[in-house]
């Protein structure tokens, strides 16, 4: 598919890059490539990987072991098995100490540490914890997480506001949250009390 006028078309061996009129505008290089997002696409040449401009420049040198498409200014690239974030320009933001990427939406993602789940901003400071062994994606200021086997919500400041007691949850929807406690399943509102 095009998009913004250009297209990935493979050979026999190798990707390159073509406009609307089939005249290659990046030369066929390349093993494995991303879509432009951004102004810019991951590359893969021998099992590395960088970033290329529209204009086939590289912007960004093929030297992590993988990456992902750049997202609000960001892209999570990976070294010596880590994953961590460089901006447009190829400077680390966030550190590559994390499990796996994550994709920030509104500022924050969800990360992976040892093997527990939290939120960092796209600053790198943690907002949530990294103690939950599982979370979900932030609706109307919350995220079910789930802790020692139950599952409870936390808020955008990190502060657990329903407590970990439920079966298992979902997102909150028009100010409410399907839960389940037992053999019951029932709906509670931001405060955690029982709603119809």
Request: proline share 2%; aromatic share 14%; hydrophobic share 35%.
């Amino acid at each position: 598919d095009f998009h913004n006028g250009l297209a990935w078309v493979k050979t026999d061996k190798r990707w390159k890059c073509i406009n609307k009129l089939g005249k290659d505008v990046i030369p066929e290089k390349y093993d494995n490539l991303g879509d432009f997002a951004e102004g810019l696409a991951w590359t893969e040449v021998n099992g590395k990987y960088g970033f290329i401009s529209t204009t086939g420049k590289e912007v960004i040198p093929a030297k992590y072991q993988n990456a992902r498409s750049f997202n609000e200014g960001l892209a999570w690239v990976q070294l010596n098995n880590k994953w961590g974030c460089i901006d447009k320009l190829g400077k680390t933001v966030i550190e590559e100490r994390y499990d796996d990427d994550g994709f920030f939406l509104g500022g924050i993602s969800t990360v992976k540490l040892n093997n527990k789940r939290g939120y960092i901003n796209s600053a790198g400071k943690e907002i949530v914890p990294m103690k939950y062994e599982s979370v979900s994606y932030f609706n109307e200021g919350m995220i079910w997480a789930k802790l020692n086997g139950k599952f409870g919500f936390v808020n955008k400041d990190g502060v657990e506001v329903i407590p970990f007691i439920y079966d298992s949850a979902d997102v909150f929807r028009n100010g409410k949250a399907k839960v389940k406690l037992g053999d019951r399943t029932f709906n509670i509102d931001k405060t955690g009390k029982e709603v119809m």
